[in-house]
């Protein structure tokens, strides 16, 4: 079974810090990728996806996250993150039909 | 993109008691999800919805415990029986079209067991 790691459970950033979430996953075949987002009260959005082609995967609000198949990994970047980007972040894996398996979360807090 | 609306919204039930939640797709999709998500925690797989036939539970989970409904290709239940504190949740419905999809979510249940 697949299972995915996301190695940072809470980062604190000042507004305009570049941002780097990192995430793994385990499984040898071939998978679909995802980032999620769930702003405070709110509930789950995507920000971007990746099945197939270029490995650099571009999301919505500035977001992009790059897979590298070699080490197993998704991570999502933002050159310059916002107060608005305060939120918790989800990686997740599927392979196929299967349902998305979920990484425990990445809390981002950003200050000003 | 599919829209999934669940009800209710949110809840406060006495132990003991069960409670139904619904999940309702704007769209014909094959696949029906249910998670739970508890407070500071991340989404766990409760069980996947079948149309026509027993849900599939992950480990540790039991249908006695969520018996879950899927009639039809929009819509699934799913029950939360002799509830206890410790199934205060949030419980979530999500959905896929099939394979190289996103999965979508309801906003979910937020469940307080007194």
């Known amino acids: 079974a697949q299972s995915v790691s996301q190695h940072n459970h809470h980062v604190i950033l000042s507004e305009a810090a570049s941002l780097e979430l990192g995430c793994n996953y385990s499984?040898?075949?071939?998978?679909?990728l995802f980032w999620y987002v769930q702003y405070p009260g709110q509930h789950l959005q995507l920000l971007l996806k990746?099945?197939?082609?270029?490995?650099l995967v571009k999301g919505i609000k500035g977001f992009e996250a790059e897979f590298i198949k070699s080490k197993f990994s998704f991570n999502l970047r933002k050159p310059s993150v916002q107060w608005s980007d305060t939120a918790e972040y989800f990686c997740?894996?599927?392979?196929?039909?299967?349902?998305?398996?979920f990484g425990k979360g990445t809390r981002l807090s950003v200050i000003a | 993109s599919a829209v999934i609306s669940q009800k209710p919204s949110r809840d406060i039930c006495q132990r003991g008691t069960s409670l139904t939640i619904q999940c309702q797709v704007d769209?014909?999709?094959?696949?029906m999800f249910w998670y739970r998500q508890q407070p500071g925690q991340s989404l766990t797989l409760i069980a996947t919805?079948?149309?026509?036939?027993?849900?599939?539970?992950e480990s540790g989970f039991v249908i006695d415990k969520f018996p879950i409904s899927r009639p039809n290709l929009t819509f699934s239940t799913l029950t939360v029986s002799n509830m206890s504190p410790e199934d205060s949740s949030i419980y979530l419905c999500?959905?896929?079209?099939?394979?190289?999809?996103?999965?979508?979510f309801g906003q979910g249940t937020r469940l307080t067991v007194v």
């Open positions: 999500s959905s896929r079209t099939g394979t190289d999809t996103e999965a979508f």
């Open positions: 499984y040898g075949g071939t998978v679909n």
């Open positions: 990746y099945f197939s082609g270029d490995p």
């Open positions: 769209s014909q999709v094959t696949m």
């Open positions: 919805a079948n149309q026509g036939s027993e849900a599939t539970y």
């Open positions: 997740a894996v599927t392979t196929g039909n299967t349902p998305l398996v």
